[in-house]
């Protein structure tokens, strides 16, 4: 199988290569996360290894958001630097023919070169969550049960409204978040919503970036106000804090899935990329 040299990127000038844009979406159930673990089903392994079973070549890819085990995405984005001949004689096929070699609980739902600066985790502007629960004596409903969690107490979807309109803005969500050396946990919350239809529960999640855990223990606190043993307030609270809150549970990983991520303009991306290292640094 031909080697892929990641350190050769796709330019504009040239240089044999070109910058892929993959559109992914996955049934987390039964999968240990995005990134490759030896032993494991990932989301990673199984697309490079559809990949290049298709392609005949080794491929790395890049991703907009490293989910969880047991996250699903219905928009998850991520990117990889191929020959430029190669992806050409494949594109037009290439999904047909991924469908045939991939799992049943993965699919590329999209394919195409993209500008070079274009980077699938460092130029995103947000990503999008949505949480599903319901509170339902039944539990989910069959065919959402993959994506539904089942909650055993009733909830005041009102009190978690209240209480998730104070996390917003940017903070240090570091309460929130299981910290990776190196990296920041200060975030900018874009939207935390929570709204009841009928037994179902959506919380709807946006920020620039999430760390890791930040959604399910961010659902996780509105849930213990939600269950009336917290104030409205309390979530908002923690944010004080600099370290991991012992006391905030995180919601069961197969109600979260990823819908959507958003990039600015092309002639944006470089930029947006530039200032994403830098805050991530």
């Given at each position: 199988?031909?080697h892929?040299?990641?350190?050769?990127?796709?330019?504009?000038?040239?240089?044999?290569?070109?910058r892929?844009?993959?559109?992914?979406?996955?049934?987390?159930?039964?999968?240990?996360?995005?990134?490759?673990?030896?032993?494991?089903?990932?989301?990673?392994?199984?697309?490079?290894?559809?990949?290049?079973?298709?392609?005949?070549?080794?491929?790395?890819?890049?991703?907009?958001?490293?989910?969880?085990?047991?996250?699903?995405?219905?928009?998850?984005?991520?990117?990889?630097?191929?020959?430029?001949?190669?992806?050409?004689?494949?594109?037009?096929?290439?999904?047909?023919?991924?469908?045939?070699?991939?799992?049943a609980?993965?699919?590329?739902?999209?394919?195409?070169?993209?500008?070079?600066?274009?980077?699938?985790?460092?130029?995103?502007?947000?990503?999008?969550?949505?949480?599903?629960?319901?509170?339902?004596?039944?539990?989910?409903?069959?065919?959402?049960?993959?994506?539904?969690?089942?909650?055993?107490?009733?909830?005041?979807?009102?009190?978690?409204?209240?209480?998730?309109?104070?996390?917003?803005?940017?903070?240090?969500?570091?309460?929130?978040?299981?910290?990776?050396?190196?990296?920041?946990?200060?975030?900018?919350?874009?939207?935390?919503?929570?709204?009841?239809?009928?037994?179902?529960?959506?919380?709807?999640?946006?920020?620039?970036?999430?760390?890791?855990?930040?959604?399910?223990?961010?659902?996780?606190?509105l849930?213990?106000?939600?269950?009336?043993?917290?104030?409205?307030?309390?979530?908002?609270?923690?944010?004080?804090?600099?370290?991991?809150?012992?006391?905030?549970?995180?919601?069961?990983?197969?109600?979260?899935?990823?819908?959507?991520?958003?990039?600015?303009?092309?002639?944006?991306?470089?930029?947006r990329?530039?200032?994403?290292?830098?805050?991530?640094?």
């Amino acid at each position: 199988m031909e080697h892929l040299h990641i350190d050769e990127p796709a330019t504009g000038t040239g240089g044999g290569l070109v910058r892929v844009r993959l559109e992914v979406s996955y049934d987390g159930t039964a999968l240990h996360g995005w990134a490759r673990q030896p032993g494991q089903r990932t989301v990673q392994g199984e697309l490079e290894l559809g990949l290049a079973t298709v392609l005949r070549h080794d491929v790395d890819l890049t991703v907009a958001g490293r989910t969880d085990a047991g996250v699903h995405a219905v928009g998850q984005v991520a990117h990889t630097d191929l020959p430029a001949e190669l992806f050409a004689a494949h594109e037009s096929r290439l999904l047909r023919r991924l469908r045939g070699v991939l799992p049943a609980d993965v699919a590329v739902t999209g394919a195409r070169v993209v500008r070079p600066e274009f980077d699938a985790r460092f130029a995103a502007l947000a990503r999008h969550y949505v949480y599903r629960l319901t509170d339902a004596d039944s539990g989910p409903p069959p065919l959402r049960r993959a994506d539904t969690a089942a909650w055993p107490r009733r909830l005041d979807a009102s009190a978690m409204r209240v209480a998730a309109a104070l996390l917003l803005g940017q903070h240090d969500f570091a309460a929130f978040c299981r910290r990776r050396e190196g990296a920041t946990t200060i975030r900018t919350l874009l939207d935390l919503d929570v709204c009841r239809e009928g037994a179902v529960i959506e919380v709807q999640a946006s920020a620039d970036a999430f760390c890791h855990s930040m959604v399910r223990s961010l659902v996780g606190a509105l849930i213990a106000v939600g269950e009336g043993r917290r104030p409205a307030g309390w979530p908002a609270s923690l944010l004080a804090m600099t370290s991991r809150a012992n006391d905030v549970p995180v919601a069961p990983a197969g109600g979260l899935t990823l819908v959507r991520v958003d990039y600015p303009p092309d002639d944006d991306l470089a930029a947006r990329a530039l200032v994403t290292r830098a805050r991530r640094s």
